[in-house]
């Protein structure tokens, strides 16, 4: 690009920047503002003194929210679904995205098969007859209700299945030759290769799976069964103020009100995330533009 | 799995079609043909719902098209990579938050009584307003804060579309004498276009999905009136009243007219973009 450096064109530069960072800025500052929320003290919060840093800082909010059981327990679901959910989703989408990546001469139903899986993303049967179907199939209020459903992300499918093809097909050709069979040039060979991809596979599961909240509250009969984010939705959103028991009572006097504990569960719900996105979103971007813009 | 999950469900929309009992199963149920339809078309709100579902999600899809290209391209201009990198990052976190997360921020901070944003406006002498309360403000809301979560995540794919665009087209304008502006309107711009008329395309095919997660998090009823959508009355009908025929008779208008919408827009993506999914 050529340098322009009329007077213009500077200020112009001067607020694309400013205009930039303000735009950022407003992406995070909610959370900052609930981060300083769950740091600070009932009575400064209470008096509007905390904008965007803790105001009389205590940690009472977060000793509250990690000695409450069920705020502990549905941690422990969300762990468990995720442990489990994606290992199994990562399973499935090579293995479904390998043999679809092949052309037809190689797999002949590869047309059939990829429609058979894509149709589901278009079409869907609708929340009722979903309910129905998981409660015949008898994992209602176990864990697996928010495994199974899920387990293939045809989303992780298609996009994996475009990236498998892009890979040089003298790769294959010379393992074939080499006497490996597909096994061995899936896992040897193509899986190396992939790793960006997978990374993103990865983290659109763990996200998912962290953030997932519906199935939970619709599928678990019982709270104790919920996993984090329906646990969450409960005291955030649903905000039933006559379950405010006697414990409850005895802690709001205790410097505790209820909207730092809840600014606080809101910060620990999304910690997991913001710990992880750094990281990830690296290979995350490349991943994308893989899939999703092609050539 | 796929089978199981996801393909019985699609079979389930037969009790549409009957008066369904759970108790006497898909098999015992009677057979009452298009009653549960009619009956829908004569309730009064759902012509209501729908309409706030194409109101919103037509709005949504507009302004989510038109503001990440500008930030895209705004991005594009500036020269500092760290910078760069930092607003890229930024704007994309709200993505990966859930609604449960975001929709406990928004309340918090919406808030009347209490919330920053109505803290903000006592500073210039506006009276507190009830964002989330008040029936002609919430589907602004519902589309303002589905902007701030997903701007980011639209704006990269753009960014991804323009470095695609071969520099030495800038390099030959430059020497034919175009300033930046024009440099934007004959080169950046029809460099974009197959990304830009994709995402329009593929965006066409959710119109009817408003964004159950969302409204669900934050609407209440003192807003169904203007916020109420398909997917949420679906969800009140069949699981909080059990009129599990009702709820499945909408939800298969639902897929239907989708159905018609995502065959039409992945046909038009194929015909502009050259697009095909697999």
Same mark, same amino acid.
């Given at each position: 690009?050529?340098?322009?450096?009329?007077?213009?064109a500077?200020?112009?530069?001067?607020?694309?920047y400013?205009?930039?960072i303000?735009?950022?800025?407003l992406?995070?500052?909610p959370?900052?503002?609930i981060?300083?929320i769950?740091?600070?003290?009932?009575?400064?919060?209470?008096?509007g003194?905390?904008?965007?840093?803790?105001a009389?800082?205590?940690?009472?909010?977060?000793?509250y929210?990690?000695? /409450?059981?069920?705020?502990?327990?549905?941690l422990?679901?969300?762990?468990?679904?995720?442990?489990?959910?994606?290992?199994i989703?990562?399973?499935?989408?090579v293995?479904m995205?390998?043999?679809?990546?092949?052309?037809?001469?190689?797999?002949?139903?590869?047309?059939?098969?990829?429609?058979?899986t894509?149709f589901?993303?278009?079409?869907?049967g609708? @929340?009722i007859? !979903?309910?129905?179907?998981?409660r015949?199939?008898?994992?209602?209020?176990s864990?697996?209700?928010?495994?199974?459903?899920?387990?293939?992300?045809?989303?992780s499918?298609v @996009?994996?299945?475009?990236?498998f093809?892009?890979?040089? /097909?003298?790769?294959?050709?010379?393992?074939?030759?080499?006497?490996?069979?597909?096994f061995?040039?899936?896992?040897?060979?193509?899986i190396p290769?992939?790793?960006p991809?997978?990374?993103?596979i990865?983290?659109?599961?763990t996200?998912?799976?962290?953030?997932?909240?519906f199935d939970?509250?619709?599928?678990?009969k019982?709270?104790?069964?919920?996993?984090?984010? !329906?646990?969450?939705?409960?005291?955030?959103?649903?905000?039933?103020?006559?379950?405010l028991g006697?414990?409850?009572?005895?802690?709001?006097?205790?410097?505790?009100?209820?909207?730092?504990?809840?600014?606080?569960?809101?910060?620990?719900?999304?910690?997991?995330?913001?710990?992880v996105?750094?990281?990830?979103?690296?290979?995350?971007? /490349?991943?994308?533009v893989?899939g999703?813009?092609k050539? | 799995?796929?089978?199981?999950?996801?393909?019985?469900?699609?079979?389930?929309?037969?009790?549409?079609?009957?008066?369904?009992?759970?108790?006497?199963g898909?098999?015992?149920?009677?057979?009452?043909?298009?009653?549960?339809?009619s009956?829908?078309i004569?309730?009064?709100?759902?012509?209501?719902?729908?309409?706030?579902?194409?109101?919103?999600?037509?709005?949504?899809?507009?302004?989510g098209?038109?503001?990440?290209?500008?930030?895209?391209?705004?991005?594009?201009?500036?020269?500092?990579?760290f910078?760069?990198?930092?607003?890229?990052?930024?704007?994309?976190?709200?993505?990966?938050?859930?609604?449960?997360?975001?929709?406990?921020?928004?309340?918090?901070?919406?808030?009347p009584t209490?919330?920053?944003?109505n803290?903000?406006?006592?500073?210039f002498g506006?009276?507190?307003?009830?964002f989330?309360?008040?029936?002609d403000?919430f589907?602004?809301?519902?589309?303002?804060?589905d902007?701030?979560?997903?701007?980011?995540?639209?704006?990269?794919?753009?960014?991804?579309?323009?470095?695609?665009?071969?520099?030495?087209?800038?390099e030959?304008?430059?020497?034919?004498?175009?300033?930046?502006?024009?440099?934007?309107?004959?080169?950046?711009?029809?460099?974009?276009a197959?990304?830009?008329?994709?995402?329009?395309?593929?965006?066409?095919?959710?119109i @009817?999905?408003?964004?159950?997660?969302?409204?669900?998090?934050?609407?209440?009823?003192?807003?169904?009136?203007?916020?109420?959508?398909?997917?949420?009355?679906?969800?009140?009908?069949?699981?909080?009243?059990?009129?599990?025929?009702?709820?499945?008779?909408?939800?298969?208008?639902?897929?239907?007219?989708?159905?018609?919408?995502?065959?039409?827009?992945y046909?038009?993506?194929?015909r502009?973009a050259?697009?095909r999914?697999?």
């Amino acid at each position: 690009m050529v340098e322009d450096r009329s007077w213009t064109a500077r200020t112009l530069s001067t607020v694309n920047y400013t205009f930039m960072i303000m735009l950022s800025l407003l992406c995070v500052l909610p959370l900052i503002h609930i981060w300083a929320i769950s740091l600070s003290s009932n009575m400064a919060v209470s008096s509007g003194a905390v904008t965007l840093w803790p105001a009389d800082f205590t940690l009472d909010a977060y000793r509250y929210v990690l000695g /409450k059981p069920d705020f502990l327990r549905s941690l422990g679901v969300t762990t468990k679904r995720v442990l489990i959910g994606v290992p199994i989703n990562l399973l499935l989408v090579v293995l479904m995205a390998y043999p679809l990546s092949k052309e037809r001469n190689v797999f002949p139903w590869r047309t059939v098969y990829a429609w058979f899986t894509v149709f589901t993303m278009l079409v869907h049967g609708g @929340l009722i007859p !979903t309910y129905m179907t998981i409660r015949e199939t008898g994992i209602m209020n176990s864990v697996w209700a928010l495994i199974l459903p899920g387990a293939v992300p045809v989303f992780s499918v298609v @996009l994996l299945l475009n990236f498998f093809r892009q890979l040089p /097909k003298e790769l294959e050709e010379a393992a074939f030759i080499d006497g490996a069979g597909h096994f061995t040039l899936l896992f040897r060979i193509i899986i190396p290769l992939s790793l960006p991809a997978l990374a993103t596979i990865t983290l659109f599961s763990t996200v998912g799976h962290w953030n997932a909240w519906f199935d939970g509250m619709i599928f678990m009969k019982s709270p104790e069964h919920y996993p984090l984010q !329906t646990y969450l939705r409960t005291i955030i959103i649903e905000l039933d103020l006559t379950s405010l028991g006697s414990e409850d009572a005895i802690r709001l006097a205790e410097n505790v009100s209820e909207r730092t504990t809840r600014a606080a569960q809101i910060f620990l719900g999304s910690l997991p995330i913001l710990l992880v996105y750094p990281f990830l979103q690296k290979y995350f971007m /490349k991943g994308i533009v893989m899939g999703s813009v092609k050539g | 799995m796929l089978l199981i999950y996801h393909y019985i469900p699609t079979f389930g929309f037969v009790i549409a079609f009957q008066h369904f009992i759970p108790a006497k199963g898909i098999t015992g149920s009677e057979w009452v043909g298009w009653e549960n339809f009619s009956y829908l078309i004569k309730l009064p709100n759902f012509y209501n719902v729908i309409w706030n579902t194409f109101y919103i999600s037509i709005m949504k899809v507009a302004a989510g098209l038109v503001f990440p290209i500008v930030i895209a391209l705004l991005l594009n201009e500036l020269r500092s990579r760290f910078v760069k990198r930092s607003v890229q990052t930024l704007i994309y976190l709200p993505h990966f938050m859930s609604w449960i997360i975001l929709g406990g921020i928004m309340i918090d901070i919406l808030s009347p009584t209490r919330g920053i944003i109505n803290q903000l406006l006592a500073v210039f002498g506006i009276e507190p307003l009830f964002f989330l309360g008040s029936p002609d403000m919430f589907p602004y809301v519902l589309v303002g804060s589905d902007l701030w979560k997903d701007f980011g995540f639209s704006t990269i794919v753009y960014l991804a579309a323009l470095t695609g665009i071969n520099p030495n087209l800038y390099e030959a304008a430059v020497i034919d004498g175009a300033n930046r502006w024009k440099q934007t309107v004959y080169i950046t711009l029809p460099g974009m276009a197959p990304v830009i008329i994709l995402m329009a395309t593929l965006s066409l095919g959710q119109i @009817l999905n408003a964004g159950f997660e969302q409204v669900f998090n934050l609407y209440n009823p003192a807003v169904y009136e203007t916020g109420d959508i398909i997917d949420t009355l679906v969800y009140r009908m069949g699981l909080v009243q059990a009129q599990y025929s009702l709820a499945t008779a909408v939800g298969l208008f639902k897929s239907f007219v989708s159905l018609i919408l995502i065959s039409f827009s992945y046909m038009l993506a194929y015909r502009f973009a050259n697009y095909r999914i697999f």
